[in-house]
């Protein structure tokens, strides 16, 4: 990925509601007529995808969290995100 | 499992405002018996009953009808389940709707929208809905609800008589910028079993519908997500009807009648409660209908000892009664059951019958008893 495209600021798709769901007491991807539990690691990304954040800064964050080189986190987003796009929870 | 082993709060809420609607759908999921307005519940019970789902752990609210925009409350009910943090949905015909109305709904926070189409051809669409210039109005609330920024579901009820213009519908679909299509083939109850032979698809057009759609799912993937529910009637094992009996859904009729589906009260053998007389949580947790078919220990054999019998959790009860003649029976989509060869036999009747008259669902006075 270029740095360019580091520059866009990852969104959830329209529609699409993070929400801690104290009943069960985890969090929940609300969606069109959809519930998701996300796995882990696509929730951390979902919840870094807040319209504030660019797609450099999720990854240099997630790099810190995880103490790990930053071009094999830099990979693992780009797949997942392209995988919560995929299924209708990210901006395309 | 035992039958309160791991069960949770229900998911979501189908809240039937109104079986009122200007549209006549020859395979409407409403009960061939329909609630008149002045039987509907009013604006404060169900304010109460949102807030008592919210309690609950329920996370998702689906306004429903009839038609959920001819009651002018529905605002009013839509800012009071956003308040109370649901995820709120409206399923519409979009007739009757105009831009102001759509507008006033996102300002209210709806989150999502769901419209229906009949077909993609327009006297077949309003031939189908039983009214006039019906596909020219729906496509122009599609526009107002795109530009309101509503994510959009188009939802296409699919059987014999629309089923050649599956591609035109799902190209629509792209066209109007819809993020999800419903693909739904017609499910046989109420209105739809009375209109079966004017409806039943052939195998070989399920078939086709069925490539269709894998295709475009493939073609479209990231642009457009097709959900596609399919016929029981050329099936080998049934579906988990509501994600199973009492498991994830309540639907609520339009005078407060509590379901564990919208086809349960064609089962005559239960008692319904009515959310006016108690709390919702009761109703979920204890009352006699949610809890006579929940889990497995109701189930006879063959589905008791079925390796499935926690995937499908014994398929429809509806259909059981409707096809084999009592609901406690293994439902005759599972080709275990003593009852499916026939009802396969009866589909293909169907599909093979010239039937292209529909019976339309209309209100009609109920004797007062």
Redesign the interface.
Known sequence: MSADEETTVPRLAQGVRLKFDAARDGWVVLAPERIIVPEETALEILRKCDGERSLAAIIDELAADYDAPRDVIADDVRALMSELTAKGLLRP | MSVAAGL??P??VLAELTHRCPLQCPYCSNPLELVGKERELATEAWKRVIDEAAA??V??I?FSGGEPTVRRDLEDLIRHARAA?L?T?LITSGIGVDEARIKSLADAGL??I?LSIQDTEALSADRIAGTHNSLQKKLAVAGWIRAA???L?LNAVVHRQNLERLEAMIELAVELGA??L?VAHVQYYGWALTNRAALMPSRAQLDRATEIVEQARKRL???L?I?YVVPDYYAQRPKACMGGWGRRFINITPEGRALPCHAAETIKTLQFDNVLDRSLAEIWNQSSAFTRFRGTDWMPDPCRSCDRREIDWGGCRCQALALAGDAELTDPACALSPSHDAMRAMAEVDAASSETKFTYRRLKARSAL
Do not use: V
Request: charged share 20%; no cysteine.
């Open positions: 949770g709060p998911l979501a609950l752990g996370l998702q689906h943090d995820y949905n989150d999502h769901q920024g509503f994510p579901t993020q999800r419903e993937t990231g642009r997500i959900d």
